[in-house]
């Protein structure tokens, strides 16, 4: 096992210094066409594509090469972790989710899926069938009674959320089998992290957006505790979230002092303030890159490291989409970092 943990990591770091991170971002600085953006991530496999073909061809070729290198870290252990192996598994979410609401828009085509190769077991080639495509998976009985309802027009937060939920149970549960401590102790504040910040993100986007009350919120939180013998007070991760409902939108006092309140968009003197989802998730997102890059260094040849790897291969994999859908609108990928609060 330590021989494919070293191997993995020593690979790993080089995947990482080769990825557009730290340093390597500023070569994405003003960047202005798709083209361009094509010609530096595939130097060597850029495609002559009109506007939006190119935006498509281009966003699946980010993806399918995240997708492809952590695959190729994972495959590094004869037998990768059970959290690893969740996490990959989050494509196959992604993807399902995705699928879902075609149905339920009545789209023929099947959206672009992932090839997360062994670990994969929906059968999307079974769509738009969503019974087929569930069958004999862990999604059967968990969707058992949301299938037959699927159809065109049908709102899928309720099945969104039950999926989200078990995928991010199935993470928490994995904690467990870590064996070494500082390991499955930093693992655990990664994601404990995760789920409350997703839990807060969630929260104002329904009550800015959809001016959603109390009731109606609380029950879509993934109101999760990690372990008893991993976390001491085993404190609810949505619990952030619950006591952000009793703050008003619109008065920034209000929010002094909750734990997540950096994140908050600051106050202007000449307008009135107002609390903003857009920012807090982007200023949120980068600050969990951040702590997924420095925990990747803190603790080499660890699954924890590698946990760091694939977050941070993800975080590559959002912000190289974000700014080639920027540019297919005519932004230069300066401002998109602006908007992404990345600079």
């Not at 309720?158 to 870590?178: G, M, R």
Request: overall charge positive; proline content about 2%.
């Amino acid at each position: 096992m330590r021989s494919d943990s070293g191997y993995a990591y020593a690979k790993a770091s080089w995947l990482i210094g080769k990825s557009f991170l730290e340093k390597r971002q500023a070569s994405l600085a003003g960047i202005h066409t798709l083209n361009e953006l094509d010609r530096l991530i595939f130097p060597d496999n850029y495609r002559e594509l009109p506007g939006r073909e190119l935006l498509a061809d281009l966003e699946k070729r980010i993806i399918e090469r995240a997708v492809r290198q952590i695959l190729s870290i994972v495959n590094s252990y004869a037998q990768p972790h059970k959290l690893l192996i969740r996490l990959i598994k989050g494509f196959e979410y992604s993807d399902l989710k995705e699928c879902l609401s075609s149905i339920a828009c009545g789209k023929v085509n099947r959206p672009v899926i992932s090839d997360i190769g062994r670990f994969g077991s929906v059968r999307f080639d079974e769509y738009p069938d969503a019974a087929a495509m569930l069958r004999r998976t862990e999604y059967e009985n968990l969707l058992s009674a949301d299938i037959k309802s699927i159809k065109k027009g049908l709102n899928l937060t309720a099945i969104e959320t039950k999926l989200d939920y078990h995928y991010y149970k199935s993470l928490v549960e994995s904690l467990s089998q870590l064996k070494i401590e500082d390991d499955r102790e930093t693992a655990a504040r990664l994601l404990a992290d995760e789920i409350s910040l997703r839990n807060c993100v969630w929260a104002l986007r329904l009550r800015a957006y959809y001016n959603k009350n109390k009731k109606q919120i609380t029950g879509s939180f993934l109101d999760l505790k990690l372990l008893e013998n991993i976390h001491q007070k085993k404190s609810s991760l949505a619990a952030e979230a619950k006591v952000s409902l009793n703050f008003s939108l619109d008065v920034r006092k209000d929010w002094h002092g909750w734990r997540w309140e950096r994140f908050l968009n600051s106050e202007e003197s000449s307008l009135p303030w107002k609390a903003d989802p857009r920012h807090f998730q982007n200023a949120a997102s980068l600050y969990m890159y951040h702590l997924h890059y420095r925990n990747f260094h803190s603790l080499p040849m660890s699954v924890s490291a590698i946990y760091c790897f694939i977050k941070l291969k993800q975080y590559e994999e959002d912000m190289l989409t974000s700014v080639a859908e920027g540019l297919a609108l005519g932004m230069d990928s300066s401002y998109v970092f602006k908007l992404l609060e990345a600079v």
